[in-house]
């Protein structure tokens, strides 16, 4: 079993930055795929970014290109996303989640999730 924990949301002004960090436990995801999604109050969960479980691949969703990056670090059991120039439609909760299908875009791919971290973005 997995148990995955989101850190490092919070509330920054549009054009700031901020760095989520998704800590894994029970056992090593480095052989999983790591995504990022995120979920806007009434709208459903979307992909927002995917990593290879080496990092030599990862995916983009059109709308975070060139400000978002995913990177993670196996040796530290832990995923990060980088996210730049955020925006107020960037407002969401974020969930990381950890599978085996490349590139997964869909809840379904992904077999362990965390409890989500609230990201604000203040216009």
């Known amino acids: 079993q997995v148990q995955l924990v989101e850190s490092g949301g919070g509330l920054v002004q549009a054009g700031g930055s901020l760095r989520l960090a998704c800590a894994a436990s029970?056992?090593?995801?480095?052989?999983?795929?790591m995504g990022w999604f995120r979920q806007a109050p009434g709208k459903e969960r979307e992909i927002v970014s995917a990593?290879?479980?080496?990092?030599?691949?990862?995916y983009y969703t059109d709308s975070v290109k060139g400000r978002f990056t995913i990177s993670r670090d196996n040796a530290k059991n832990t995923g990060y996303l980088q996210m730049n120039n955020l925006k107020p439609e960037d407002t969401a909760v974020y969930y990381c989640?950890?599978?085996?299908?490349?590139?997964?875009?869909?809840?379904?791919?992904?077999?362990?999730w965390g409890q989500g971290t609230q990201v604000t973005v203040s216009s």
């Open positions: 989640a950890a599978g085996g299908k490349w590139v997964g875009r869909t809840q379904r791919d992904y077999d362990y």
């Open positions: 029970g056992r090593t995801v480095s052989s999983y795929v």
């Open positions: 990593i290879w479980w080496s990092g030599s691949a990862t």
